[in-house]
């Protein structure tokens, strides 16, 4: 019985976890690998400069008007 008891504890403790978040390493403009040197961060994401940062968000404003 304490054996049920240990399991369904490290079973509910473990859905409580938060999942790994995976590390960016491409730019979400332009694909290109980021450079730790080299990179520029806007919004919770990195970009490799700012020109792409604007692509990307002129790119999403129109997939919301569609």
Known sequence: ???DA???QQAAS???TK????KQSNCLGCG???KKIKRYYRNG???C???CWRKALDKSK???KQ
């Open 62 to 64: 129109e997939e919301a």
């Open 6 to 8: 240990v399991n369904t």
């Open 14 to 16: 473990s859905e409580k």
């Open 32 to 34: 290109k690998p980021i």
């Open 49 to 51: 400069n700012k020109r």
């Open 19 to 22: 999942p790994l978040v995976e």
């Open 45 to 47: 994401k990195f970009y």
């Open 1 to 3: 019985m304490a054996a």
